[in-house]
């Protein structure tokens, strides 16, 4: 899905945007001086290539996990995510020593944000596992 918006956002009480499901971003214009002046985007039902005038640009990739690599290591749900949080480590998947962050795991609010917060958390984890492993001859 792309949403755009026609003007600066603080200039318009309430914005003006359009969003442009089924659609794949086709390219960008714009320049460092202006900056970002349009884009095209590509119906992916149609094939129709479209150019629109925008300033502002918000794009959703999707929220598809894209780790069918990972189905016979560890555990995911019916829709490929990891699972994690099965043992006393939150963030490490049933197979120890493996953890998962961000929006491929299981139950993430799937936010840059959120998954930066994971990475951070994820390595007291590790040191956790690595240090009951040492501890544990």
């Known amino acids: 899905m792309i949403a755009c918006?026609?003007?600066p956002i603080s200039a318009v009480p309430t914005p003006a945007s359009r969003t442009r499901a089924?659609?794949?971003q086709?390219?960008?214009?714009?320049?460092?001086?202006?900056?970002?002046?349009?884009a095209t985007y590509r119906n992916r039902d149609t094939g129709?290539?479209?150019?629109?005038a925008l300033r502002h640009l918000f794009l959703f990739i999707?929220?598809?996990p894209n780790a069918e690599w990972a189905r016979e290591c560890v555990a995911t749900d019916e829709r490929g995510f990891?699972?994690?949080?099965?043992?006393?480590?939150p963030l490490q998947t049933n197979r120890p020593g493996v953890f998962a962050i961000g929006d491929v795991r299981a139950g993430s609010t799937k936010r840059v944000a959120a998954a930066v917060g994971e990475g951070?958390?994820?390595?007291?984890?590790?040191?956790q596992h690595l240090a009951a492993l040492a501890a544990d001859p």
């Open 48 to 52: 129709v290539l479209q150019a629109l």
């Open 62 to 64: 999707g929220a598809d």
């Open 5 to 7: 918006h026609a003007g």
């Open 22 to 24: 089924r659609s794949s």
């Open 26 to 38: 086709g390219g960008l214009a714009g320049d460092q001086v202006a900056g970002l002046t349009g």
């Open 120 to 127: 951070a958390a994820v390595v007291s984890q590790i040191h």
């Open 82 to 89: 990891v699972l994690t949080g099965t043992t006393a480590l």
